[in-house]
Structure formats: C-alpha cells, structure tokens
C-alpha cells in the first residue's frame, strides 16, 4: 500500500506544509527536500508552526488524476489492491469514485485533507510565486498551472465533479480571495 505524506514541517521556518495529491505533491517533495524535512502526520505537530495547504481547482484535479491514472495507466494501490483505472473514461472515473467505498488519497477531498486547521491557503497556480515571496529556497521549478485542459469535459461532468467535490470547490474559493 502507498502511503502519503500530506504535510510537512519545516521547523527551521517555522511552518508546515501540506498538500493533496495531484496538488503540486511533486514540487513540495523537491522544494522540502532542500530543507531536510521531517514528515508529520496531518494530526502531528499542530501548533508548531504556521499550518499552510496547497489547494488546487477542484476539476483540474479530477483532470489530472484522469489523465496519470487513467489515459497513462499509471498503477494505483488502493488498500492492498491494485486499483484497475487504466482506460477509464472521465465519466467512468467519476462513477468509480462516487460509488466505491474505497478511501484513496489521489480522489479523496482536499478539504478532508486539510481538516480546517490551515492558517493560510496558497491556490496551486499561485504556490512557485506565493514560494518566492515568503522568500525560501527557490525558484520552484515546476510551474503549477493548467492553463487549458487539453480535451473538452461535458458541462454534464463539470457539474458532478463540483457537487462531488462541493467542500473542495469552497476551500478553492476561499484560497483565492
């Protein structure tokens, strides 16, 4: 089973960090690395520390997800079991997800996530300049956007991904005010 750390703490800046996966996970683990990061669970280490959670734009998540485990075939464990996602259909995805009671980090909500203990939230697209600003270690390399999502998604499938994923859709919001 893949295990993943959502947060991190970063003692000598006094933050932790954290994020879903498909969320810039592969641009925190880079830019953390740099500064010898010890892993905390997401209940470990509150209070120590600003509390600061990536949150990225809810269908562009469920797009990215799509695209790595689905039209990649990238292997996903859930539980103890490999997940068979490779050929999925976007609108078979999301019927996967809204109907088997599997917990899985890749689809599980950012807001599930962050458990309402975030001080600050950092939208994805703005977490490389938001990082530089705070003035750590960088510049970031990965550039968190998608500009475009390369294929069109049913206004149909738009709508069931945001009531699925209505707290995240919230969260969003409230990162980019």
Same mark, same amino acid.
């Given at each position: 089973?893949?295990?993943?750390?959502?947060?991190?703490?970063?003692?000598?800046?006094?933050?932790?960090?954290?994020?879903?996966?498909?969320?810039?996970?592969?641009?925190?683990?880079?830019?953390?690395?740099?500064?010898?990061?010890?892993?905390?669970?997401?209940?470990?280490?509150?209070?120590?520390?600003?509390?600061?959670?990536? @949150?990225?734009? !809810?269908? %562009? &998540? $469920?797009?990215?997800? /799509?695209?790595?485990?689905?039209?990649? #075939?990238?292997?996903?464990? =859930?539980?103890?079991?490999?997940?068979?996602?490779?050929?999925?259909?976007?609108?078979?995805?999301?019927?996967?997800?809204?109907?088997?009671?599997?917990?899985?980090?890749?689809?599980?909500?950012?807001?599930?996530?962050?458990?309402?203990?975030?001080? @600050?939230?950092? !939208?994805? %697209? &703005? $977490?490389?300049?938001? /990082?530089?600003?705070?003035?750590?270690? #960088?510049?970031?390399?990965? =550039?968190?956007?998608?500009?475009?999502?390369?294929?069109?998604?049913?206004?149909?499938?738009?709508?069931?991904?945001?009531?699925?994923?209505?707290?995240?859709?919230?969260?969003?919001?409230?990162?980019?005010?």
């Amino acid at each position: 089973m893949q295990e993943h750390n959502l947060w991190w703490q970063i003692p000598a800046w006094h933050i932790i960090i954290g994020c879903s996966p498909k969320c810039g996970t592969s641009t925190l683990y880079a830019a953390v690395a740099k500064a010898g990061v010890r892993c905390h669970a997401p209940t470990l280490g509150i209070g120590v520390g600003q509390r600061i959670w990536i @949150v990225r734009e !809810p269908v %562009e &998540r $469920f797009w990215s997800l /799509w695209k790595d485990k689905c039209l990649k #075939g990238e292997i996903l464990y =859930v539980g103890e079991k490999r997940a068979r996602l490779a050929g999925m259909t976007p609108e078979e995805l999301i019927d996967y997800i809204e109907t088997t009671n599997k917990k899985d980090a890749h689809w599980d909500t950012q807001s599930e996530h962050e458990g309402g203990t975030a001080q @600050v939230l950092v !939208p994805l %697209e &703005r $977490f490389s300049d938001w /990082w530089e600003e705070q003035g750590y270690p #960088g510049p970031l390399k990965t =550039v968190n956007r998608t500009e475009k999502l390369p294929m069109d998604l049913s206004d149909d499938l738009v709508e069931r991904i945001k009531i699925h994923y209505a707290d995240d859709v919230r969260l969003y919001k409230q990162a980019r005010r």
